[in-house]
């Protein structure tokens, strides 16, 4: 790590388990689990059922707003400050990375906390409604209903985010897969593009990926283990590992 250039490090749900925030894909407490997504997560259901997603989406929110970076999102902050060329790469939309003091984060899912218009075409932005609103509010545009601003299955990811994400990819030194089953694409091509790239390819995770036996070094742990002993083995400035 001392000696990479650039340092691309990839999260998922994972990465948030620990401050509370349940993963999509984990047997048991995962959301896909307990929902389906083609019910939730799509523009026909929202189409279908905008009341019922919204408040499904305002259920999430409620969730984040209560819970609190942990020592993962705080590692990887201190991580950024300590490596110059770092680039932080997510597909979550809890936005927890930037509240631990992540900059420039690339979110390739969206974000929780951004209202957008549902009509095609609309595309205004809006500020987040309350928690407590039941439906969705009007487009002040348009007046058509708004909804979060995430990424629904059958719908592209933002590209300029895509476009950061696969250029880092293809020529960083190192790649972190961070908390991420890497079933989800485009996103879980990321770190193939950077392991074909030549980059050295290291996975946390409690358990096995896809991408674990093409990596060059994993850590079977949860990430707010993993990250801080990874911080505190750096060296960096002291200050920045005390409170982890
Ligand atoms: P998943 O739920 O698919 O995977 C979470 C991963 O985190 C699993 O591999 C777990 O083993 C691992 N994990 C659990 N606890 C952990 C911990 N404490 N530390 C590290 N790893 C841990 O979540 P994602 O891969 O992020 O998309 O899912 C990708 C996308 O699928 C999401 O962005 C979402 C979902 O449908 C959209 O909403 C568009």
């Known amino acids: 790590m001392r000696s990479a250039g650039s340092v691309l490090v990839l999260t998922g749900a994972g990465v948030s388990a620990e401050s509370g925030i349940p993963t999509f894909r984990d047997a048991l407490s ?8 083609e019910d939730l997560a799509t523009p026909e259901a929202f189409a279908r059922q905008p009341d019922l997603v919204w408040r499904w989406y305002q259920w999430r929110r409620q969730i984040v707003d209560e819970a609190q970076p942990n020592p993962g999102h705080r590692a990887l902050a201190a991580l950024q400050r300590c490596l110059g060329g770092m680039m932080l790469v997510t597909q ?48 002040p545009r348009c007046g058509a209903p708004l909804r979060p ?8 990811l933002p590209e300029a985010a895509l476009e950061r994400a696969t250029q880092a990819a293809g020529s960083c ?10 079933l989800v694409y485009p996103a879980a091509e990321l770190a193939w593009i950077a392991a074909r790239s030549g980059a050295a390819v290291v996975e946390i995770n409690p358990e096995p990926t896809p ?4 990596a060059d070094f994993v850590f079977s742990q949860p990430g707010g283990v993993a990250l801080p002993a990874i911080l505190r083995a750096l060296g960096p400035d002291p200050s920045d590992g005390a409170d982890l």
């Not at 974000?111 to 595309?123: H, I, K, V």
């Not at 030194?173 to 890497?182: A, E, I, Q, R, W």
């Open 30 to 37: 995962g959301l896909w689990a307990r929902y389906r997504p």
């Open 92 to 139: 979550n939309v809890d936005g927890l990375h930037q509240r631990a003091g992540s900059t420039d984060v690339v979110e390739l899912h969206g974000n929780l906390f951004d209202d957008c218009c549902s009509a095609a075409g609309c595309a205004q932005s809006a500020p987040t409604a309350s928690l407590d609103q039941e439906s969705p509010p009007p487009c």
């Open 149 to 156: 601003g995430v990424v629904w299955f059958g719908e592209p």
């Open 173 to 182: 030194d190192l790649v972190f897969s961070v908390g991420t089953s890497g």
């Open 211 to 214: 991408l674990t036996a093409a």
